[in-house]
């Protein structure tokens, strides 16, 4: 059998990707005001313009209000705002690849619950819970560090989430969306329903693979046969002592079962209960914490400086205990390969392109990239082509600078001079000149 390479094209649901090489989800801080469409395509067109594939965007919120993990997320909750991303889509398109929309809501991860002064400018907003927070959460809400007032969902009102997610699917869809996908990690309400360690209800979502299936036909009802793809999550990161929580062999059984409910594409993903440095992993981001352009944004997050103080700690404790490894998710996607007849996406520590033809075929059937593309906007044309030698690798060095002034609403750009250097350099070289060749039919149409 021949060898899968990145440049092959790959069918999710009926949609034909031109390669397998795709723009993971990141946080665009686009919001959802009248530059939102323009700021959302400032930031996902260089990737479909330099050959990816597949351009995702990120966490998506299908409320009204509340729900945002972080400050900057846009929403797709109203009809007249997501008409307008349309001009998104189209530039997309125009570029030849296929664009998707991640759909989230934060629920016990949200803004009102660890941001101070969001909490503050809304007293009245209430968490979304799967069930009562659990213990170790509310002992950090007695400490001030979380500020709990959590709505626990009845049956009735989780049947009207996955409406909400059907009817944001149904709108994007109608934008030019290609595909939906679900963000069913990193803690927000949909792992928060997959989790032992959240989900202790006692009606039919109990079984937290209920919710997606009800998502998956609000989808189908309201969006179409529209390609889904989720991710999936094993919390196996998470600290010695946690308990329950999701091994190995239960994402691979939920894998199994979303794949006999519809889902067209699956992500697994390894982390913890928390949101911590489980999800990113790498080094300390010492620059970040310490540029003075953030610290009135950290102690106002946070609330106050000395706390802000505290959360810095704790992150540097996490980046020793959680050290980069290279593509750390493909042990579990090779895993879930073996175990569904759907494509298997595998992202999270993939930097190398000579890495990435070992895992295509093996352990999944495409690869994506999130922070790499903060520092190279136009990394696919580096990666992909009939020219490459295999030793070409990202710039980014996982130093995670980017990531920690988003609590601020700062922008998600690289902030490392190094990298910065790199990256100007090759730019200098012509590396991001040209898209690569792309398979006949793909310029006009992502379906090919």
């Given at each position: 059998?021949?060898?899968?390479?990145?440049?092959?094209?790959?069918?999710?649901?009926?949609?034909?990707?031109?390669?397998?090489?795709?723009?993971?989800?990141?946080?665009?801080?686009?919001?959802?005001?009248?530059?939102?469409?323009?700021?959302?395509?400032?930031?996902?067109?260089?990737?479909?313009?330099?050959?990816?594939?597949?351009?995702?965007?990120?966490?998506?919120?299908?409320?009204?209000?509340?729900?945002?993990?972080?400050?900057?997320?846009?929403?797709?909750?109203?009809?007249?705002?997501?008409?307008?991303?349309?001009?998104?889509?189209?530039?997309?398109?125009?570029?030849?690849?296929?664009?998707?929309?991640?759909?989230?809501?934060?629920?016990?991860?949200?803004?009102?619950?660890?941001?101070?002064?969001?909490?503050?400018?809304?007293?009245?907003?209430?968490?979304?819970?799967?069930?009562?927070?659990?213990?170790?959460?509310?002992?950090?809400?007695?400490?001030?560090?979380?500020?709990?007032?959590?709505?626990?969902?009845?049956?009735?009102?989780?049947?009207?989430?996955?409406?909400?997610?059907?009817?944001?699917?149904?709108?994007?869809?109608?934008?030019?969306?290609?595909?939906?996908?679900?963000?069913?990690?990193?803690?927000?309400?949909?792992?928060?329903?997959?989790?032992?360690?959240?989900?202790?209800?006692?009606?039919?979502?109990?079984?937290?693979?209920?919710?997606?299936?009800?998502?998956?036909?609000?989808?189908?009802?309201?969006?179409?046969?529209?390609?889904?793809?989720?991710?999936?999550?094993?919390?196996?990161?998470?600290?010695?002592?946690?308990?329950?929580?999701l091994t190995e062999d239960d994402a691979i059984d939920i894998c199994r079962r979303?794949?006999?409910?519809?889902?067209?594409?699956?992500?697994?993903?390894?982390?913890?209960?928390?949101?911590?440095?489980?999800?990113?992993?790498?080094?300390?981001?010492?620059?970040?914490?310490?540029?003075?352009?953030?610290?009135?944004?950290?102690?106002?997050?946070?609330?106050?400086?000395?706390?802000?103080?505290?959360?810095?700690?704790?992150?540097?404790?996490?980046?020793?205990?959680?050290?980069?490894?290279?593509?750390?998710?493909?042990?579990?996607?090779?895993?879930?390969?073996?175990?569904?007849?759907?494509?298997?996406?595998?992202?999270?520590?993939?930097?190398?392109?000579?890495?990435?033809?070992?895992?295509?075929?093996?352990?999944?059937?495409?690869?994506?990239?999130?922070?790499?593309?903060?520092?190279?906007?136009?990394?696919?044309?580096?990666?992909?082509?009939?020219?490459?030698?295999?030793?070409?690798?990202?710039?980014?060095?996982?130093?995670?600078?980017?990531?920690?002034?988003?609590?601020?609403?700062?922008?998600?750009?690289?902030?490392?001079?190094?990298?910065?250097?790199?990256?100007?350099?090759?730019?200098?070289?012509?590396?991001?000149?040209?898209?690569?060749?792309?398979?006949?039919?793909?310029?006009?149409?992502?379906?090919?």
């Amino acid at each position: 059998m021949a060898s899968i390479r990145l440049d092959d094209p790959v069918e999710i649901g009926g949609l034909t990707l031109r390669n397998r090489l795709y723009r993971a989800p990141l946080l665009e801080c686009a919001g959802t005001g009248d530059d939102a469409p323009e700021r959302l395509a400032a930031e996902l067109e260089p990737a479909a313009r330099a050959g990816a594939g597949l351009v995702c965007q990120g966490a998506t919120i299908v409320s009204e209000t509340g729900g945002c993990a972080a400050p900057g997320m846009t929403r797709v909750a109203d009809p007249a705002f997501v008409e307008s991303l349309e001009s998104v889509t189209d530039r997309i398109h125009g570029h030849g690849a296929a664009i998707a929309v991640q759909l989230e809501h934060g629920g016990l991860r949200s803004m009102e619950t660890w941001h101070a002064g969001y909490r503050r400018d809304n007293p009245n907003l209430q968490q979304l819970a799967v069930s009562r927070p659990p213990r170790l959460l509310r002992l950090l809400d007695t400490l001030g560090f979380l500020d709990y007032d959590a709505h626990v969902l009845t049956t009735d009102e989780v049947y009207e989430l996955a409406a909400d997610f059907g009817r944001s699917a149904a709108l994007a869809v109608d934008a030019g969306y290609d595909v939906v996908h679900i963000a069913g990690a990193n803690m927000g309400i949909v792992h928060q329903f997959l989790s032992p360690f959240y989900n202790r209800r006692d009606d039919e979502f109990g079984d937290g693979v209920r919710f997606l299936e009800v998502v998956a036909d609000e989808i189908r009802e309201q969006a179409g046969d529209v390609p889904l793809m989720t991710k999936v999550p094993a919390e196996t990161a998470a600290p010695p002592g946690i308990r329950p929580r999701l091994t190995e062999d239960d994402a691979i059984d939920i894998c199994r079962r979303l794949d006999d409910a519809g889902y067209d594409a699956l992500v697994p993903v390894s982390g913890s209960v928390f949101w911590d440095a489980s999800i990113v992993r790498g080094s300390f981001p010492a620059r970040a914490w310490h540029d003075d352009r953030y610290r009135d944004g950290y102690a106002d997050a946070f609330g106050g400086r000395i706390r802000a103080r505290l959360v810095e700690l704790g992150n540097r404790l996490e980046a020793t205990w959680y050290e980069f490894e290279p593509a750390w998710n493909a042990e579990l996607c090779r895993r879930v390969r073996d175990a569904v007849s759907v494509p298997v996406f595998c992202e999270g520590g993939i930097r190398e392109r000579g890495h990435i033809d070992t895992l295509l075929g093996d352990a999944c059937d495409a690869v994506g990239m999130a922070r790499p593309f903060y520092a190279e906007p136009e990394l696919p044309a580096r990666l992909l082509g009939t020219n490459v030698s295999g030793d070409e690798r990202v710039v980014c060095e996982s130093c995670n600078n980017c990531a920690v002034p988003q609590v601020t609403g700062a922008a998600g750009v690289c902030r490392t001079p190094s990298v910065l250097r790199r990256a100007g350099s090759l730019k200098m070289e012509g590396a991001y000149d040209e898209a690569p060749e792309m398979h006949a039919g793909d310029a006009d149409d992502p379906v090919g």
